[in-house]
């Protein structure tokens, strides 16, 4: 292995942060950071995406939904931005995580993050995780403008602008789903399964109950 792409909710982070701290985040931001930044040409070429006239309805029932739409990706990435830059956020991640990255990295294996959340957002949360600056330990931020992450296609875009062979590229996520059209295009598999976040396990892709178990499977 080569590689390593990994998911973030379930995976890297707990899938109560993003549910109880991210998502509530944004969702009480929305009306005020529309009505401060929404001429703003960054704010309003997202806008320019929600379908319809009412956008604040739009975005209030993707959210609602937690669909994962491009757009609604985005706008939170760049609420989140303010929240991160004012201190009333810091990015999770589990006590393994940190270690095992840094460990990853000195090995030599290249790391990168796929995550429905915007490329924004995901620099965001290791820039201002609790665990200090991870940002300079990825080389890449694939979001959903490389695909969806149920769908194979979007592993062999990420392999693809990644320059790496997709049978060397190991990656991790909670959800079987992701991982079983990860497979698909070629790719290693490894499903967390954190007991913290309740996941249940597949019974078809290799498990790990953190990543001190990945570095374990990667030494292997
Ligand atoms: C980068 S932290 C925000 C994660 C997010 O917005 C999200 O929707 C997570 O979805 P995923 O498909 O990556 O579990
Ligand atoms: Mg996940």
Known sequence: MTHVLTDIEGTT??????????????????EGFLARHGEEAEVAAVLAEVPGEDKLAQLRAWMAADAKVTPLKALQGL??????????????????????????????????????????????????????????????????????????????????????????????SDIAEELDAARQAGLATCQLVRPEDGTKPSGRHPEAADFLDVTTRLSA
């Open 79 to 172: 609420i989140w931005r303010e929240g991160y830059k004012a201190g009333e956020l810091k990015g999770h991640l589990w006590p393994d995580v940190p270690g095992a990255l840094r460990d990853w990295k000195e090995r030599g294996l290249h790391l990168a993050i796929y995550s429905s959340g915007s490329e924004e957002a995901q620099r965001l949360l290791v820039r201002h995780s609790e665990a200090g600056d991870l940002e300079p330990l990825f080389e890449g931020f694939f979001d959903t403008r490389m695909g969806m992450k149920r769908e194979a296609a979007s592993y062999a875009n990420i392999a693809r602008a990644w320059g790496a062979d997709p049978a060397r590229i190991l990656f991790l």
């Open 13 to 30: 982070t707990a899938i109560a942060f993003v549910h109880r701290s991210l998502f509530p985040y944004a969702a009480s931001a929305l």
